[in-house]
């Protein structure tokens, strides 16, 4: 069992910055931010890995930035200009290997007003 503590979501304006944390239980394998809204599947917003290697969603390339500590076995999500359309519930995700079964934090709401 994994357990995954999420803290950083809020309201924020059209281009400012947030930044996500999640902090797990155990050492990071794969560890990665998926984002939700009502009515929509959930979908990867960035991914990485103990390896170093790093995967982000084509919508959000160039503004957001996924960086760990793995001291703390805590992974961070900073979100620049961001838009409305980033406005989501924001999970984080923890897995063994990507092939594994994954284990999800509470999620925390991340508001953009226009």
């Known amino acids: 069992q994994v357990q995954l503590v999420e803290s950083g979501g809020g309201l924020v304006q059209e281009g400012g910055s947030l930044r996500l944390s999640c902090a797990a239980s155990?050492?990071?394998?794969?560890m990665g931010w998926y984002r939700q809204v009502p009515g929509k599947q959930r979908e990867l917003v960035a991914r990485t890995t103990s390896g170093g290697s790093t995967t982000y969603a084509d919508s959000v390339k160039g503004r957001f930035t996924i960086s760990r500590d793995n001291a703390k076995n805590t992974v961070y999500l900073q979100m620049n200009s961001l838009k409305p359309e980033d406005t989501a519930v924001y999970y984080c995700?923890?897995?063994?290997?990507?092939?594994?079964?994954?284990?999800w934090g509470q999620g925390t709401q991340v508001t953009v007003s226009s």
């Open positions: 155990r050492s990071i394998n794969v």
């Open positions: 995700n923890w897995r063994a290997s990507l092939a594994s079964v994954a284990y």
